[in-house]
C-alpha cells in the first residue's frame, strides 16, 4: 500500500531532498561544507525574513527552545508565557527548569491570545524580560497574531518577544525584523521539508545584549559559541551533515517558489482542507485555525480509533491524533511543506470514505466539491 | 575523482545504510518506529556490552558528554578528569560550566593517564564524585586503559566512572557492565558508521542515583525524561528518525560481524597501518595508540599543507589534520568504523606517493610491504 503522511511533523520529505541525502558523506571541516553551510544560512535569512544570524543546532526543535531560554535568562527573572496548548505548556516548562519565574498567560486549548491578554501580563509583571509566544500551536492547530502581539511588546523597550514558530516558519507569514521579534525558533522536520534532527534560532542584536549577560549554565546550546563558529562558517560541534545537505536542496526549493508564494500556498489548502471539513458537517477546533495544520473534532458519534485505523489501514494514511485532554478528540491533518492541492483532495476523500465506514451521516463528495470550489477561487 | 573519507568522524556510510536512509520518512508515534526503536536499543546494548540502558539523544557527541555532567552533579561537587588531549580538556569545560570543581589530571597530548595517577588523584581530592575518562582521544590516537582505571575507581563506593567513548564504542574493546563503568558515551558519525546527529548514553544503576538527585538545570537533556520514554519504545522529543533507520541497518551489519569481530578487525587495520607507519621512517603520536584512528607525526622537513593538499587533490583523499598545539605537526587517519585491509592498503600507497611528492626520503613500498606482513601474519 502506498502511504501518505499528514502530521504536523516530521512531514514529508521530497524526492530530490532523499536522493541528495545519500549522497556520500562530507566533512564539516573542509571547504566543501563551509561552502554549503554558508548557502543554507543565507536561505535561512530569507526564509525567516531577517537579516540577523539563524544558528544551526543539532537536536530537535525542543533544544532549541531550551537554548534560547537559557541563553537570553538569568536564574530568578521573570518571563510572560502563553498556555494555549502542550508547546505553549512547554515554554512554562523549560522557563521553571532554568529558575525563571514564569508567568502563564492561560487561554483555552484551541483559542489564540489576543494583544490585550499580553498587555495586561505586562502591566501586571512590568519587570519581566521577555514575552513567549507559539506561532502556531502544533497541538491544537491555532494561529497566534504574532505581529500583534509583537507591537505591543516593542512599546516597552527591555521586553524580548520570543517566538516559537516550529511550525510556523515556512508556511505562515512571518517577517522577523519587520515584525520586531527578538527570537524564532524552529525544527527542520517542519516547513524546511528535511528528516528532524536540525533545529534553528534567529537571534536580534537587541536579544545577544540578554545573551551576552545570561548567567544560566550552559555549553552545547552556548549560542555565543554558534555565533562565534557561524563567523567561519562552521558549528561549534559536529553538525547533522547529511540533514544539513538535505537542507540544502529544500532551501533550493523554498526559494525558487518563493516565501511568499511558498505563504500563499499553504493558506490555500489550508482554506480548502477548512472548507471540506465544514461542508461535511464536522468542526475545526481552533478558532483562529493556523494554515499549516487543521485539527478536526471528531463527532462524539464516532469512535476515534476506529476512524483513525480506517484511515491507516486502508487508504495508508498517517495522521496525528489528539494530545493529552484532546486524546481521542480531534484528528490533525497536516499541510506543512511538501503538499499541493492533490493532496488535500486524497486526504479529504480518504476522511469522506472514513466517516462513511465508520456511520457517519453526511453527504457524500460534499468535502470534495466545496474543496475544489475553494481552489478554483483560489488559483495562484 | 574518487572521494575517499579518512577522517575520525564524520566516517564512511556504508552503502546499504544510505539507502536505508533515503526511504520515505516515518512518523516516529507510530508502531513501525516502536519496532524499530526497541530493536536499535536492544543492538546497542549489545554494542556497549552492558544491560542497563542505553539512551538515545539527538545531538552530537558534546551533548551527550553534557547530558552527563548535568545530570549526574549537583554545583560544588567536586570531580576528576584527564586532559590528555581536545576531548578530555572538553570535559573540563563542561564540568565548570555547570559549576562543578573540575580536577585536572593532566597528562602530555599523546600520552595515556596511568592508573596510579588516577589513583592519587581521588586520594587528594576524597570528596570527588566521578572520575572523567576519554577511552580513544580522538585528537591524539591515544588509548585509554579504562579497565585498569575503572578498577581502582570501584575501589571507592560512591565515586562514578565515566567514559567517553566517541571514537572508541564499536572500535575498541570496551565491557561496559564487566568492567564496572558507569557511563559511557558516543556519537553516531564514528564505529556506529552513520552521519552525524544522534548520542548515546549508556548509564548504570548507580549513576542512576545521582541522576536522580541532580539539582543542575536540564530539560532536553534531562535523562530522567530519556529513561521515562524509553519504557515506551520512544524518545522523549522528537528524535533524528532518518538517522536511526540507518543506525537499525549498521548495528545488523556490527550484530552480524560480531562485537568481538568487529574489535578484531580495527586492531588489524590499526596494527597494519602502525607496521607501516614505521617502516616509512615515520613516528606515530601516541605512546598507547588507538585502533581507531593513528595519528602520525609529520617529519620536520615536509610542508604538512602540501602534503595534505596532494593527498586530497591527486587521490582524492580527506584525513584530519591537527587541532589547536599539533595544527600542523600530525596527520590522523581514520580506521574507525567501514574500513577493510584494502582500504589501508589505499590510504598508505597514496601516502608513500605523497611523501615522494614532498621530498621526503625513504624506501619506496616500504610502507605497503609492513602492512601486507601484517596483514598476512594477522588473518582473521
Known amino acids: 500500500m502506498k502511504k501518505r503522511l499528514f502530521t504536523p511533523g516530521p512531514t514529508p520529505v521530497p524526492e530530490s531532498v532523499m536522493l541528495r541525502m545519500a549522497e556520500p558523506i562530507i566533512h564539516h571541516r573542509h571547504p566543501e561544507f563551509s561552502e554549503l ?13 531577517t537579516a540577523h544570524e539563524v544558528l544551526t543546532l543539532t537536536s530537535s526543535g525542543t533544544g532549541a527552545m531550551e537554548a534560547v531560554v537559557c541563553n537570553v535568562h538569568s536564574p530568578g527573572e521573570t518571563a510572560v508565557y502563553v498556555n494555549g496548548g502542550k508547546f505553549g505548556e512547554r515554554w512554562g516548562e523549560i522557563l521553571r527548569a532554568y529558575g525563571v519565574n514564569a508567568v502563564e498567560v492561560r487561554v483555552e486549548w484551541g483559542d489564540s491570545v489576543l494583544p490585550g491578554q499580553i498587555q495586561s501580563a505586562l502591566e501586571q509583571h512590568p519587570n519581566a524580560r521577555a514575552v513567549y509566544l507559539t506561532h502556531s500551536e502544533t497541538s491544537t492547530g491555532a494561529a497566534t497574531d504574532v505581529k500583534e502581539i509583537a507591537k505591543v511588546v516593542r512599546e516597552r523597550k527591555d ?16 517577517r522577523m525584523d519587520e515584525w520586531g521579534i527578538d527570537c524564532v525558533v524552529t525544527g527542520s522536520q517542519k516547513g524546511l521539508m528535511i528528516p528532524p534532527g536540525l533545529a534553528f534560532v534567529a537571534v536580534s542584536p537587541r536579544a545577544w545584549e540578554s545573551i551576552n549577560s545570561s548567567r544560566c549554565p550552559r555549553y552545547y546550546f552556548d549560542l555565543r559559541a554558534a555565533r562565534k563558529a557561524l563567523g567561519s562558517n562552521d558549528t561549534p560541534w559536529t553538525p547533522a551533515i547529511s540533514l544539513l545537505t538535505g537542507l540544502d536542496a529544500a532551501l533550493a526549493m523554498i526559494c525558487r517558489e518563493g516565501i511568499e508564494q511558498v505563504w ?17 458537517g464536522l468542526q475545526i477546533l481552533a478558532k483562529e485555525p493556523s494554515n499549516a495544520l487543521t485539527a478536526i473534532r471528531i463527532p462524539e458519534s464516532i469512535d476515534s480509533k476506529k476512524f483513525s485505523t480506517f484511515l491507516k489501514k486502508t487508504y495508508g494514511i498517517t495522521a496525528a491524533g489528539g494530545q493529552g485532554a484532546l486524546a481521542g478528540k480531534i484528528i490533525r491533518i497536516s499541510h506543512l511543506g511538501y503538499y499541493d492541492e492533490l493532496d488535500m483532495i486524497a486526504v479529504i476523500s480518504a476522511i469522506e470514505m472514513a466517516l462513511t465506514g465508520c456511520g457517519f451521516a453526511f453527504e457524500r463528495g460534499a468535502g470534495i466539491r466545496a474543496a475544489q470550489e475553494s481552489f478554483l477561487r483560489h488559483s495562484p
Chains 1, 2 share one sequence.
Open 37 to 49: 553551510f554558508t548557502r543554507v544560512c543565507e536561505n535561512l535569512q530569507y526564509v525567516f525574513q
Open 159 to 174: 521586553v524580548l518577544t520570543i517566538v516559537d514558530g516550529i511550525t510556523a516558519v515556512g508556511a505562515l507569514e512571518l
Open 264 to 280: 500563499a500556498r499553504h493558506a490555500r489548502l489550508a482554506t480548502a482542507l477548512r472548507s471540506a471539513t465544514k461542508a461535511l
